[in-house]
């Protein structure tokens, strides 16, 4: 008989977002007139913005033509595409990093997973806690950790807490580790990180030979013009630094999908036999081989973002989700529950009150509210006592949660 990846067998329960699907599910059925919002799974709610569908429709008409026909494309994305990424969120803000290193994807969740293909076993690695969950659960699948305890933490990773006591920033470990993953601003806690802070990181992975891999999906939402949207932007970041960006939740794309991971050239990772290897060739040898790139049509609506029209409509809809954002702290806060995050980030974290555990308020909410939020002990031991609601959704939605949780 076939032999499973018996790594998988070591993950603790159901990846987080269907195992809340699941409990909605079974609370629907059972409460069928129950009138769902939901603000859990960060999944934006708003249109597409008119330019990026004008572009994705001009490219369909393209492809019923004989010339403007498209089939494969390059595995790393159009030079359109990554010429405008590049300029744009890039250069624009002093990185230096050109068209060449960047990779167009289909999804930041799929690179910070793939990235393990050329990343060896042994390295040691840290997350934060709570974290991301794809970033743990990815390292287990790949067998990259050992079994999880009881705490649900698992064995040869290093976990940095992160929680209210240290305003919600990762400290520096005091052991060395090979590997570091850092999201700014942070899913789930909506923390941000300073350029001091991500300093002390790039100094930390320059010292120690180790890689940082840094999740800036969110940068969109930053308000503060003095916080650093890449990592690019700490100087020597480009020899210690992969980054994911995405076109998820800034142009809502998180359903037709784009986005892209930055790999510096000249950012060189170890063999075995101890000579250095350029960590660029090996990415663009796997995408080669394992991808055929993002669809024409969606590169082009991709492309669309960074158009005038493009970047007022995107503008808008983090600044509506921000007011979303807004909305939940302060109502929140009026009803004396203490909030973090949603300043910088369409994430709100909030300590359950009472002293409930996460997934007890969860199911309160869920049943007295019906409202769907995120339990942080879903994302990790440390967010035990916290819970995430997600700003993604109409302002009618958001006002409705919101006087359901002041009347409970
Ligand atoms: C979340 O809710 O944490 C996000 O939707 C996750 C993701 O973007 O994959």
Redesign the pocket.
């Known amino acids: 008989m076939v032999k499973v990846n018996g790594n998988y067998l070591k993950l603790k329960a159901g990846y987080l ?1 269907p195992e809340i699907g699941r409990r909605v599910k079974a609370f629907s059925s059972a409460n069928p007139e129950a009138q769902l919002i939901r603000l ?4 934006v709610t708003e249109p597409l913005p008119q330019a990026c569908r004008d572009a994705m429709k001009s490219a369909i008409d393209e492809m019923g033509t004989a010339e403007g026909f498209h089939g494969y494309g390059p595995e790393q994305g159009y030079a359109w595409l990554r010429e405008a990424i590049a300029r744009d969120d890039f250069q624009a803000r002093g990185c230096e990093i050109s068209a060449e290193e960047i990779f167009v994807s289909d999804g930041s ?1 799929c690179d910070s997973s793939n990235i393990l293909d050329i990343l060896g076993s042994g390295n040691r690695i840290a997350v934060t806690d709570p974290v ?1 969950p ?1 970033y743990v659960d990815s390292n287990v699948m790949a067998g990259r950790t050992g079994e999880s305890g009881d705490d649900g933490r698992y064995g040869g990773l290093t976990y940095l807490p992160i929680s209210a006591d240290n305003g919600f920033a990762a400290q520096i470990p005091s052991e060395p580790v090979d590997l570091i993953y850092l999201c700014y601003p942070n ?2 806690t909506g923390a941000v990180a300073t350029k001091a802070q991500l300093k002390a990181w790039v100094d930390y992975a320059r010292t120690n030979k180790a890689l940082i891999l840094f999740d800036a ?1 969110y940068e969109a939402f930053i308000q503060d013009p003095d916080l650093p949207h890449s990592i690019y932007e700490i100087e020597g970041a480009r020899d210690c630094a992969i980054e994911f960006r995405s076109f ?1 939740k800034n142009a809502g794309f998180t359903g037709t999908r784009c986005a892209l991971t930055v790999v510096p050239k000249g950012l060189m990772g170890k063999a075995d036999d101890g000579s250095e290897v350029e960590l660029w060739g090996l990415w663009n040898r796997r995408q080669s081989t394992k991808f055929n790139g993002v669809s024409y049509i969606i590169q082009r609506g991709a492309e669309a973002v960074y158009s005038d029209a493009g970047q007022q409509e995107v503008k808008a809809l983090v600044n509506f989700y921000m007011e979303n954002a807004a909305i939940i702290r302060r109502e929140l806060s009026a009803a004396g529950i203490e909030v973090h995050g949603g300043e910088h980030a369409p994430y709100v974290w909030l300590k359950t009150p009472l002293g409930m555990d996460s997934w007890s308020f969860f199911d309160h909410l869920l049943q007295k509210a019906n409202v769907v939020g ?1 339990p942080g002990s879903g994302f990790g031991a440390a967010g035990e006592g916290y819970f995430r609601l ?1 700003a993604f959704n109409s302002r009618r939605n958001v006002d409705e949660a919101m006087a359901r949780i002041r009347n409970l």
Do not use: L, R
Not at 40 to 43: E, M, N, Q, S, V
């Open positions: 977002f859990g799974i960060g999944d969740k991301y794809v899913n789930p999906a998820s995120t997600s």
